[in-house]
């Protein structure tokens, strides 16, 4: 069999966006760049095309140090533009397995058209700070016993019982179980269209407190367990490259039009936040500049961005991203 090195697929997204209405903040960023521990995957797709269909599988380990940041206005935050970052690391391991959907022939490889599926399970070991020390509520002081814990604060005004959105501390290591299924179709050998669906939980135990896991008081407001869901469609896009001198840097090539639907459920949450969090998402990524494209967002419900947590975010998002999956051509049958 021929086959080639396959890049990684269910990767982390990087972008950069403004949001419609403001809400008072510039843009927000996350940078999602996977290291690669150990990666077993140039055999993913090498029994796609052979005459009798048979799984084939492949395995990674990545680490990510993925952040997201936000700077505010200055109208909004004139002395202190940044709001504390999100810092999300997590190492991720990944089992892989590709089979043809469609019989067996007689002899030779198989022709195009096919289609194949993809099955993913994942296991992520991961951590989110914001890295502040502040006491997690609004109306509330570290004690002057120098032992770190906070109390009331004599001096906070009525009504001041909110999360300390300023300085507050956020904290959590948390295990993620992930599965994904995406049946997927090829013209040729590269994928012309394919569906993904997506589901998992996250845990976020206690007994990892004491190196800055999860404590009571964010557990109470958080949820120590998340579970969430999502669909993605993707399609093939092709889009001619200008001879022009002054246009010959425009993305083009071939590409990928991308729309996907996620939600996270909310069982533990502040008053007055919705039991769910959606977010709708379309863009357009090219391989020309390593999966560069325009995207376009819409969230609704709570605020994904740490101590922020107490507030609902429903905006529309628009901006760039990078997509690292990228359309390898699948290999040659035996």
Request: with cysteine; charged share 20%.
């Amino acid at each position: 069999t021929s086959v080639g090195a396959q890049s990684a697929i269910f990767l982390d997204r990087t972008y950069v966006v403004r949001m419609a209405p403001d809400k008072g903040l510039m843009y927000e960023g996350q940078p999602a760049i996977p290291l690669f521990l150990y990666s077993s995957l140039d055999h993913l797709y090498s029994k796609i095309r052979d005459p009798d269909p048979g799984w084939s599988t492949g395995r990674m380990v990545v680490i990510t140090p993925m952040f997201r940041i936000r700077q505010l206005t200055d109208k909004a935050a004139a002395s202190s533009p940044v709001r504390t970052p999100s810092f999300m690391p997590k190492l991720t391991t990944q089992f892989l397995a590709t089979r043809r959907l469609q019989s067996g022939v007689d002899r030779g490889p198989v022709d195009f058209p096919l289609s194949a599926i993809v099955i993913g399970a994942d296991g992520t070991f991961g951590h989110y700070s914001n890295g502040q020390a502040g006491c997690f509520r609004a109306n509330e002081r570290r004690k002057a016993d120098g032992s770190g814990n906070c109390e009331p604060d004599p001096t906070a005004a009525a009504g001041a019982d909110t999360l300390n959105t300023v300085d507050g501390s956020f904290s959590t290591w948390y295990l993620r179980a992930q599965t994904h299924v995406r049946f997927a179709h090829y013209k040729d050998s590269l994928v012309f269209f394919a569906v993904t669906f997506g589901a998992g939980i996250d845990w976020h135990p206690a007994f990892l407190k004491p190196i800055g896991g999860m404590d009571s008081a964010l557990a109470a407001v958080y949820g120590r367990t998340r579970p969430f869901g999502s669909i993605e469609i993707t399609r093939k896009s092709e889009w001619h490259c200008s001879q022009a001198l002054l246009l010959g840097w425009l993305p083009c090539g071939v590409g990928r039009v991308r729309a996907s639907y996620s939600t996270e459920f909310i069982s533990t949450r502040p008053p007055g936040i919705s039991p769910r969090a959606t977010t709708a998402e379309a863009a357009w990524t090219f391989a020309r500049y390593a999966g560069f494209g325009a995207i376009v967002r819409v969230h609704r419900g709570q605020d994904y961005y740490n101590i922020a947590l107490g507030h609902e975010l429903n905006v529309t998002q628009y901006g760039f991203t990078f997509d690292l999956e990228h359309n390898d051509p699948i290999p040659r049958g035996r």
